[in-house]
């Protein structure tokens, strides 16, 4: 017989991707860790929010969130821009953060383009 810790069971309900409706905007790209013993499982998850001033508000305000009960583990593992149009369904990540560095841009186009099927997704490392 399995069994999912609550670790794993808490990650697999985290929506991979969530971002602002529109606009140009900061994000960051975090890793979710489970804090149990024997357990190693992890997933990325993308956040992006017009209301930040800097990257590490929005990895602030998420890991709060999902550190809260003990089980979770978050790190910051990179940061850029999103330009999220959705009139053209078109998204463009890109740039880098100050304080945690480039994001791989590759696995963010990846998470966005599952929650976004009918999107044209893109990224380059150009930009702040």
Not at 77 to 92: E, N, T, V
Request: with cysteine; charged share 30%.
């Amino acid at each position: 017989m399995c069994t999912q810790t609550k670790a794993a069971a808490l990650m697999a309900n985290i929506p991979q991707a969530d971002i602002d409706p529109s606009g140009v905007f900061k994000y960051v790209l975090i890793r979710v860790h489970s804090r149990e013993e024997g357990d190693d499982s992890e997933v990325d998850i993308v956040r992006g929010y017009g209301w930040a001033e800097y990257h590490a508000d929005i990895y602030e305000k998420v890991a709060e969130e999902l550190e809260r009960d003990g089980h979770l583990d978050c790190e910051c593992i990179g940061g850029g821009r999103i330009k999220h149009d959705p009139q053209a369904k078109k998204i463009h990540v890109y740039g880098y953060s100050m304080g945690f560095g480039r994001a791989n841009h590759a696995v963010t186009t990846e998470k966005l383009k599952v929650r976004y099927p009918d999107y044209e997704v893109t990224w380059d490392n150009e930009g702040y």
